[in-house]
């Protein structure tokens, strides 16, 4: 009964490779986001989408598409990896707009490591 | 734009010493205020959060947090730290109108026995 799951938890891969990683929630919420999570623990928004349509798309390469098939699921597909994508990756959702107030929850995290 | 500074970004304390962690925010608009905590190799977890009305929150684990408007500020505190504490806090601030959550860049909490 996992609220925010994402999968994989781990990732492995080498550069140019192309990967994803899935996010679901079981809340009920309307908005979902990614965030990525530096080596120093720097959390930044990349992407947020409300009711399945995309809000908030950040200065994040176009390598980085995210995709929303219903309101429950929010994937991040990466193209030709790069070094400098080795990160932990977050899902988070809540139920309405950070500019209501709302708190987030937070998926476990997918720690990408790109060789 | 909404923005949060937390100073020292590594905290050590005493096992039953005060916990105090310093939070200040930037915000054009009145602020949504929150504490996450992370703890190793898990996602954010809310601690608290402060969005109209009283001005002292108060959390899960023992933890509160005062806002402070004057001193656009708040700070995180707990009475008595406890070993299962020692973790990574952030503050995050959202502002009406505005849908980013911007985050601090977290403090590390080591608790010393």
């Known amino acids: 009964d996992t609220a925010v799951s994402q999968t994989p938890k781990y990732l492995v891969t080498q550069m140019g490779n192309d990967k994803s990683i899935k996010c679901e929630q079981n809340?009920?919420?309307?908005?979902m986001y990614w965030y990525k999570q530096d080596s120093k623990k720097f959390l930044k928004i990349m992407f947020s989408y409300n009711n399945k349509e995309l809000i908030i798309n950040e200065t994040v390469p176009n390598r980085f598409s995210p995709k929303s098939p219903d309101k429950a699921h929010l994937n991040l597909h990466i193209n030709s990896l790069e070094l400098g994508d080795s990160a932990v990756y977050f899902c988070a959702s809540s139920q309405g707009l950070a500019g209501g107030g709302y708190e987030q929850y937070f998926g476990p995290g997918t720690r990408l490591t790109v060789t | 734009a909404q923005s949060v500074t937390q100073l020292g970004s590594h905290v050590s304390v005493s096992e039953g010493a005060l916990v105090l962690l310093r939070c200040n925010y930037s915000s054009s608009v009145p602020p949504y205020l929150f504490w996450y905590v992370q703890y190793p190799n898990q996602g954010l977890q809310l601690l608290l959060k402060?969005?109209?009305?009283?001005?002292l929150v108060k959390g899960i684990n023992g933890f509160e947090a005062e806002f402070k408007k004057s001193e656009t500020s708040f700070h995180l505190t707990k009475p008595s730290a406890h070993m299962s504490d020692a973790a990574e806090y952030f503050c995050?601030?959202?502002?009406?109108?505005?849908?980013?959550?911007?985050f601090g860049k977290g403090n590390q909490v080591v608790v010393i026995p």
């Open positions: 995050a601030v959202s502002g009406r109108g505005n849908n980013r959550l911007a």
């Open positions: 402060y969005t109209t009305g009283a001005t």
């Open positions: 809340l009920g919420h309307d908005t």
